[in-house]
């Protein structure tokens, strides 16, 4: 299997880690730490206090996981939740329904499977993301997983960024397309070849989403990927002294970048960086190799490349007449090409059609999905920015034999990249942060989509949902972007239009006034009309947005709004859960 | 009365002290840390037998450097009485000439935490430590909590003085719940594997 794995270090780390967090619980629960002061422990830890219960954020370092650890987060789900967990854009799993009491033991069980929740929240450096695809996509420069995992170990406990003004987000690219929302990330890596065949890195900065969303600007080129530790140390340094603390809205590290500008800011983290990049904080070699050596290639055979369409011809005799557009389809949405010859990456979809809230799995499917993985793909799997889950390493002339295997679980719906792939927060169902429900917009929208003659005629559109502006849901990103809103108590969705995620990375425009919830589907209805209507032959959604200007889907965005009185919306809340 | 003292930046009686490569013990806090209001003109008059004192990096500034020279302080200073504490809007990169002649003066340095969320100071214990190659106690003051002190003791305190309703026996315990590390600190390097 072509994943890291733990050593001695790594583990114990991990393992006194849990029994400190046992502490501080205990502590908790004996009235000596105080709530106000357990809070940013716990969120360290990744859990939050929700609307209903205490949720746990579960690390899935850069989206890998192996099947024996699925099978981990399956048990964690039947044993202390309610049989299912949510997997999030950002490459974690959260359960929703967990007692403080018995957090301690989860994390303990995730120590057997070297998993954690360390810094999945708080104000720290989090999770580290990368490309789904990494090491198998075929447009890739360099595989970004060794440097993944060296900065995953180096951003572990790191005492000096443990407080910084706000959380902070590392996402790291090796592709020619990004699948990282890499300009949305506060430290977007991207990583290369230079002329001499060297690894380097290019560094964006103060990217984010939020209240005041704002794309990452390059402000280095070409660092050695050795001097990444001394470099990023002085950038969190920077912005540990001089990020605001002011103001909750103002702290992130995009404003610091605003406020000074790209340069300045990028002169202040070298004036740093001059004192200690020769510094023995950098990575040597030798952490190069004791990483690298876990992402070798696995075992592929040698075999043949098929292209789609001879895929298509040979299973069409094995296939009966209804399979044959559904496979078809699939095969085109929810497969991607891959470096080796022979096999292909396969996206499952967690985006049923209305009937599970977006990038759910329940402990069945989790353990199936386990299943697959070892059966067709080397015992390892992924987690998209999308919330879905890709098995990287299928041998193509196995597909049809996956496929129905797949089928069984519902994880086969050929929406990958369609309207109803569509990403979504859990929403003021759960958080207690949120405005707004997002799941039931979700729901609203996929049921209302539920044609997949008509979706798959659409073609490519991202639609993201965030119920408040924190952007779990990356609104500011989506082709169509819903976000939740407050109004003297009541939930209103604003519409956004024009959000792109990659190196064309856009913000959405707000179109204007937000909408009833129960309006969301009409509204999007006229949104879709307006662009299949203007659309020229192979023109996607954005593309025609981006010709045609906001105006004409504006227009028909307002098409049929009732104004309606406030004692119209009691209906409003009967999705609550 | 020192606990009422407005002038007073409080913590426990007892400072808990971890040298670099020696372990975490208690001992009497000798000295008081003047939160700086108050000033008329100098130094208030503390406490009896308040000989040392951490007075604000900013009023040293204003009182002790340059051609601001308050020799009574100074007095005070040569004999090994007064420190200065660093606040969290003190960039003391700017004032690194000044910090850098107070290696000869100030046997101890403080850097103060408003809140226990701020860490502010982590990166100016750091830059004592790394830029400044500072050698003499650096302690950390104020909203000091037992769940920071490991943090703390990485980034380059050597002194705490915890906030006076801390459990002291439990923030003994905090330095040694890890036995590896995976970044580099003030305490030493990360850990190797054994070749």
């Known amino acids: 299997m072509a994943m890291y794995k733990y050593d001695t270090i790594d583990q114990t780390l991990v393992d006194e880690r849990v029994a400190q967090f046992r502490d501080q619980v205990a502590r908790r629960l004996d009235g000596t730490l105080p709530e106000e002061e357990f809070r940013p422990l716990r969120l360290q830890n990744g859990l939050y206090h929700q609307r209903h219960a205490y949720m746990l954020r579960v690390a899935i370092p850069y989206g890998l996981l192996s099947s024996n650890q699925l099978r981990t987060l399956a048990t964690i789900a039947d044993k202390y939740d309610r049989g299912y967990g949510h997997f999030t854009t950002r490459q974690n799993i959260q359960y929703n329904w967990v007692e403080l009491e018995e957090t301690p033991n989860i994390l303990a069980d995730l120590a057997k499977v070297q998993m954690h929740a360390i810094q999945t929240s708080g104000n720290c450096i989090r999770n580290i993301t990368s490309d789904a695809f990494a090491g198998v996509a075929s447009d890739e420069y360099v595989d970004p997983r060794p440097v993944c995992e060296l900065l995953r170990q180096w951003s572990t406990l790191h005492p000096e960024f443990a407080h910084l003004p706000r959380k902070f987000k590392f996402a790291i690219n090796g592709a020619k397309e990004d699948r990282t929302v890499l300009l949305c990330h506060d430290v977007g890596i991207e990583m290369k070849k230079n002329a001499q065949g060297e690894l380097v890195a290019n560094i964006y900065a103060g990217g984010g989403m939020g209240r005041t969303p704002i794309l990452g600007q390059l402000i280095k080129q070409e660092l050695p990927w050795q001097l990444l530790p001394s470099y990023l140390t002085a950038l969190l340094r920077v912005y540990n002294r001089f990020g605001r603390r002011d103001n909750l809205y103002k702290a992130r590290i995009k404003i610091l970048v605003k406020a000074l500008g790209p340069e300045e800011f990028a002169r202040q983290v070298e004036g740093e960086w001059a004192y200690i990049a020769k510094g023995d904080d950098n990575f040597t070699q030798a952490e190069w190799d004791r990483v690298a050596k876990h992402f070798t290639k696995p075992a592929y055979k040698n075999l043949p490349a098929i292209d789609n369409e001879a895929l298509k011809s040979q299973f069409e005799s094995e296939l009966d007449a209804n399979e044959r557009i559904a496979f078809a389809r699939w095969l085109e949405r929810n497969v991607r090409s891959h470096q080796v010859p022979g096999y292909a990456s396969v996206i499952l979809s967690l985006k049923p059609h209305g009937t599970a809230a977006p990038g759910d799995a329940t402990t069945a499917q989790m353990n199936a999905i386990a299943d697959l993985a070892d059966q067709y793909s080397f015992g390892e799997l992924r987690v998209t920015h999308e919330q879905n889950l890709v098995l990287a390493d299928v041998e193509q002339t196995q597909l049809l034999q996956f496929w129905r295997a797949a089928k069984k679980q519902n994880l086969v719906i050929p929406n990958i990249g369609l309207l109803t792939d569509l990403i979504a927060c859990p929403g003021g169902d759960f958080c207690s942060l949120a405005n707004a429900k997002s799941l039931p917009i979700a729901k609203a929208i996929q049921e209302r989509f539920d044609d997949l003659d008509y979706l798959y005629d659409l073609g490519d559109i991202s639609l993201n949902i965030s119920g408040c502006i924190n952007s779990c849901g990356h609104h500011h990103v989506g082709n169509i972007g819903v976000l939740g809103v407050d109004k003297d108590g009541e939930e209103w969705y604003q519409i956004t239009l024009g959000g792109d995620q990659g190196f064309d990375a856009a913000i959405g425009k707000v179109i204007g006034p937000s909408f009833y919830a129960d309006e969301i589907p009409d509204v999007i209805t006229n949104i879709i009309n307006t662009y299949v209507a203007q659309r020229t032959a192979d023109e996607s959604f954005v593309q025609t947005y981006r010709r045609l200007g906001v105006a004409p889907f504006k227009e028909a965005a307002y098409l049929n709004v009732k104004k309606k009185s406030k004692t119209d919306e009691t209906a409003l809340g009967g999705d609550a859960s | ?195």
Do not use: Y
Request: net charge negative.
């Open chain 2, 1 to 195: 009365m020192s606990t009422t003292n407005p002038n007073l930046i409080h913590s426990h009686k007892e400072i808990l002290h971890f040298p670099k490569g020696g372990q975490p013990t208690l001992a009497p806090n000798e000295w008081h840390t003047w939160g700086g209001v108050q000033d008329e003109g100098g130094l208030p008059d503390l406490e009896h037998g308040a000989h040392k004192v951490l007075v604000p990096f900013h009023w040293w500034r204003s009182h002790c450097s340059g051609h601001h020279q308050n020799a009574d302080i100074i007095e005070r200073a040569n004999k090994g009485e007064i420190g200065v504490w660093f606040a969290t809007d003190d960039d003391i990169l700017k004032h690194a000439e000044i910090i850098e002649a107070g290696k000869k003066i100030w046997p101890v340095v403080a850097a103060h935490f408003p809140i226990f969320r701020d860490g502010r100071s982590f990166s100016t214990a750091a830059l004592l430590r790394q830029r400044f190659n500072w050698q003499n106690e650096v302690r950390a003051i104020g909203d000091v909590l037992i769940d920071q002190l490991l943090q703390g003791a990485r980034v380059g305190f050597d002194a705490f003085e915890l906030r006076p309703d801390q459990d002291l026996t439990v923030g003994l315990q905090q330095f040694n719940l890890f036995s590896v590390s995976t970044q580099n600190s003030w305490r030493g390097k990360r850990t190797l594997l054994e070749a």
